[in-house]
């Protein structure tokens, strides 16, 4: 059986069955704890109060937290014989930890504390309180950390769009789905998402459907995505013409 093979066999059972020695919490600010005592990685923390709608307060988390970050962090970090890889959550981890480990180098996964992570959240709880400027910069510093992003691309692309700059947002949006970092069927549905909507704004009806019905086959069913299939039968029947950016519909 071919070694590889065996690797990725052993690598499955690892992450769907056992869990794997190596995936650890990040390092760097101490982390806090939740009501029952368990410990939690401050992205985490952030992504509760962000469910919640409390964007200032995710703010105020993450700030200490990205200000505290290691001199010299990296999400991914190579040496001659190891990779050092911070993923960001579960999903990512089990979508592309399996292609990462089957170079020839012993790859030390951590699941959580990712720096990168904390800059996008930042940029995604000011967008939500509407100052593009503070968003743009913390998505730059996220990239900065990690330059094939796919999703803190994509948020680039959606910062675009929701300040009316569609010929940005669709360069962002394709830089997402091409970039050969980590990119979940999540990340890749909602970069062809907005690749689609940015495209509508620039009246490339026929792309902007293919970008569309492409994004469903990563996320099935995502109703923003029928919804502006539909407004674009809607632009051609010459029933609709308000520009979607003057929506400000952000592809969540």
């Not at 065996?6 to 056992?18: H, S």
């Not at 704890?33 to 964007?55: I, R, W």
């Not at 996220?142 to 691309?153: H, T």
């Not at 009806?205 to 407004?231: G, H, V």
Request: overall charge neutral; hydrophobic content about 35%.
């Amino acid at each position: 059986m071919n070694a590889n093979v065996v690797k990725l066999i052993g690598l499955l059972i690892c992450i769907g069955v056992v869990g794997c020695n190596s995936v650890r919490p990040g390092d760097g600010k101490p982390l806090g704890k939740n009501s029952s005592g368990a410990v939690l990685d401050p992205t985490d923390e952030a992504n509760q109060l962000m469910s919640q709608g409390k964007f200032s307060e995710a703010i105020k988390l993450l700030t200490p937290y990205v200000n505290n970050m290691p001199a010299g962090w990296q999400s991914r970090m190579e040496t001659a014989d190891k990779i050092t890889i911070h993923y960001w959550d579960q999903e990512q981890l089990t979508q592309c930890f399996v292609v990462d480990a089957l170079a020839n180098k012993k790859v030390d996964a951590i699941l959580g504390g990712s720096y990168s992570r904390a800059y996008y959240m930042l940029a995604f709880n000011y967008l939500e309180l509407k100052d593009a400027k503070k968003a743009n910069d913390n998505l730059d510093s996220g990239l900065a950390l990690e330059p094939d992003s796919a999703i803190i691309l994509g948020e680039k692309g959606t910062l675009y769009q929701m300040t009316g700059q569609p010929d940005s947002a669709v360069t962002f949006f394709q830089k997402a789905i091409d970039t050969k970092g980590c990119k979940s069927d999540r990340d890749i549905g909602k970069a062809y998402r907005g690749l689609g909507i940015s495209l509508i704004d620039l009246e490339k009806l026929d792309e902007a459907e293919t970008a569309l019905y492409t994004s469903l086959k990563y996320s099935p069913d995502n109703k923003i995505a029928i919804n502006e299939l539909n407004y674009i039968d809607k632009l051609r029947d010459g029933s609709a013409k308000q520009p979607i950016s003057d929506k400000l519909q952000k592809t969540k």
